[in-house]
């Protein structure tokens, strides 16, 4: 039984083929907890939930939005976990504000991650959106940029691709790049040390004691972190792409009432794609091993889509739990004092 979870699709549109899956899935479901709602906004109001804005990963062939993943606290979009390609649009579509959010977190810095950071961000100049907004990241390596240089490259006063919005990096006082005066919003940055596996993090604290923990995951030569958030007793956790590899995670993820994963390969896949994603049976490992309530799967390309029954079965072989296959404005909805610590 999902206690106090309910569950929301974002369309309708192909409602009775994805109830026709999720049923193969977890065939009582649907008699107990889960509700469905047609309108792209079914997250916003709520007092505790988590919504996928995109479940896509960096190939078109998935005609799905890019990662990104939004936290809803009280009715207000909080917190937000990485925003890739098409994320922006989702974002608008789910009802959530720039002026709400608290805190950015920025897995690691491929496109399909975080592309659509600039476009976000350049809403402030149009918004009332003020003061300092948290941004977390990971430190850099020879391959890829830290947090900082990676902002810096892109908002850089006369150095950044978009260095007409400098003033987000201002240390105090500036405007995000507009004449009017409006917009003046600053992002405080907190990089994330990823060599040792072993250390977790706490990022940020907020409103009801909602809290963000941070820690590395391998993903190839990619610095890359996950993330577990906490409030009222419930514990989700948030992996971004990694290859399964790490012992460490499945003991950041303990006890997870929903544990997201990347379903980016499907079983078949070769040696060069096993460094960068885990297979789907490794997957499914995971979530055994976390002793994950629910695990929520993303990250689809076009062949993983293809393939999806057979990945399923493949998950399904190591992990008995009630298993969704996530779809982009895909909403759970929380009750925090249903499980207390």
């Not at 690691?108 to 350049?122: I, M, N, Q, R, S």
């Not at 958030?229 to 003991?251: A, C, K, M, W, Y």
Request: hydrophobic share 40%; proline share 4%.
């Amino acid at each position: 039984m999902l206690e106090g979870i309910t569950v929301y699709s974002g369309s309708l549109a192909s409602a009775a083929c994805r109830l026709m899956r999720f049923l193969l899935i977890v065939p009582f479901v649907f008699l107990t907890n889960v509700g469905w709602a047609a309108s792209p906004g079914q997250c916003a109001h709520r007092d505790f939930a988590l919504q996928l804005l995109g479940t896509g990963g960096p190939v078109s062939d998935d005609a799905r939005a890019s990662s990104s993943t939004v936290l809803w606290w009280k009715g207000k979009a909080l917190l937000l976990f990485d925003i890739g390609g098409g994320a922006y649009l989702r974002f608008g579509q789910s009802g959530a504000s720039l002026e709400d959010l608290a805190f950015i977190g920025l897995s690691h810095f491929h496109t399909d991650h975080v592309c659509d950071l600039p476009a976000l961000l350049k809403g402030a100049v149009f918004s009332s959106r003020s003061g300092l907004l948290p941004v977390a990241g990971p430190a850099g390596s020879k391959a890829f940029p830290g947090l900082e240089d990676f902002l810096r490259r892109q908002f850089g006063d006369g150095v950044g691709a978009y260095s007409y919005l400098s003033g987000l990096l201002k240390d105090s006082g500036s405007s995000s790049g507009s004449s009017s005066g409006r917009g003046e919003l600053r992002l405080e940055r907190k990089e994330l040390q990823y060599k040792d596996r072993s250390q977790v993090s706490k990022v940020y604290e907020g409103a009801g004691g909602l809290t963000v923990y941070a820690k590395s995951v391998p993903h190839g030569n990619v610095p890359t972190i996950a993330w577990r958030v906490e409030v009222g007793g419930r514990r989700i956790v948030l992996s971004p792409d990694q290859n399964g590899t790490d012992s460490e995670f499945p003991r950041f993820a303990r006890d997870a009432d929903l544990l997201i994963m990347p379903m980016a390969l499907d079983e078949s896949a070769g040696p060069g794609s096993r460094k960068m994603h885990a297979l789907p049976s490794r997957v499914g490992e995971i979530a055994k091993e976390s002793g994950a309530k629910v695990l929520l799967l993303n990250h689809f390309m076009g062949k993983g889509l293809r393939l999806q029954t057979e990945s399923l079965a493949e998950v399904s072989k190591h992990y008995d739990g009630h298993v969704f296959a996530g779809q982009d404005l895909f909403c759970f909805s929380f009750d925090p004092e249903a499980r207390k610590s």
